[in-house]
Nanobody, 119 residues
Framework: QVQLVESGGGLVQARGSLRLSCVVS????????MGWLRQAPGKERESVAS????????NYADSVKGRFTISRDNAKNTLYLQMNSLKPEDTAVYYC????????????WGQGTQVTVSS
């Protein structure tokens, strides 16, 4: 059974930085497309960033381009999200997710980690 465990969330002031991590177990990490999604109170869950199996293909939401960087270490089965220049509107629960290379929907989810950005 595939398990995803996020860490690294917390409270940070605006313009600060955080790095989220997601450790994956129980599956073949290197064969999955990985992503970060977030959900703010009262809003729908939205995609933040995704990364291909080899790290060579990345996509970002317009709202985080130039501030967030997604990366992965297949040797450590770990996904990262480096978040810089954080804004109060980045406040949300952040989830990591995994799907197969040809899948359209996210198949596996972590439990989420809270990120709160104060103004």
């Amino acid at each position: 059974q595939v398990q995803l465990v996020e860490s690294g969330g917390g409270l940070v002031q605006a313009r600060g930085s955080l790095r989220l991590s997601c450790v994956v177990s129980g599956g073949t990490f290197s064969r999955n497309v990985m992503g970060w999604l977030r959900q703010a109170p009262g809003k729908e869950r939205e995609s933040v960033a995704s990364i291909g199996w080899d790290g060579g293909s990345t996509n970002y939401a317009d709202s985080v381009k130039g501030r967030f960087t997604i990366s992965r270490d297949n040797a450590k089965n770990t996904l990262y999200l480096q978040m810089n220049s954080l804004k109060p509107e980045d406040t949300a629960v952040y989830y990591c997710a995994a799907r197969g290379l040809l899948a359209l929907d996210w198949a596996y989810w972590g439990q989420g980690t809270q990120v709160t950005v104060s103004s």
